[in-house]
């Protein structure tokens, strides 16, 4: 081991260091700026959990309101369901469009 660096690998190393410094934020990597596929989906099964509780919990309430156990519960579960769905569907949409944009 030599007890002097190479000076031919000091003067390589600065100059890459000297351009990455100079290199233009734009270019550097978009780590941070959009949400991932993953985050997507989750939020996307969240919006349908959401609908679907919802519904659940309005029907119910209006079952024991007017004592009729099961027909508000169906009803609004299902309405619950298609709520979620839709709003599904447009956060879909919406990704489509940004993937389209951007290429």
Do not use: H, N
């Not at 190479?6 to 978009?30: I, M, W």
């Not at 780590?31 to 509780?53: D, H, K, V, Y």
């Amino acid at each position: 081991m030599a007890d002097e660096p190479d000076p031919d690998r000091l003067r390589a190393l600065e100059a890459k260091l000297a351009k990455v410094r100079t290199k233009p934020v734009a270019e550097r990597s978009q780590t941070g700026t959009g949400f991932s596929q993953g985050e997507m989906a989750w939020r996307m099964i969240i919006e349908l959990c959401t609908g679907m509780i919802l519904g659940l919990a309005i029907g119910y309430g209006l079952d024991v309101l007017f004592g009729t156990l099961p027909v508000f519960l169906i009803i609004f579960a299902g309405i619950g369901f298609a709520a979620g769905v839709k709003t599904m569907l447009g956060t879909a949409r919406a990704m489509g469009e940004t993937d389209r944009k951007k290429d």
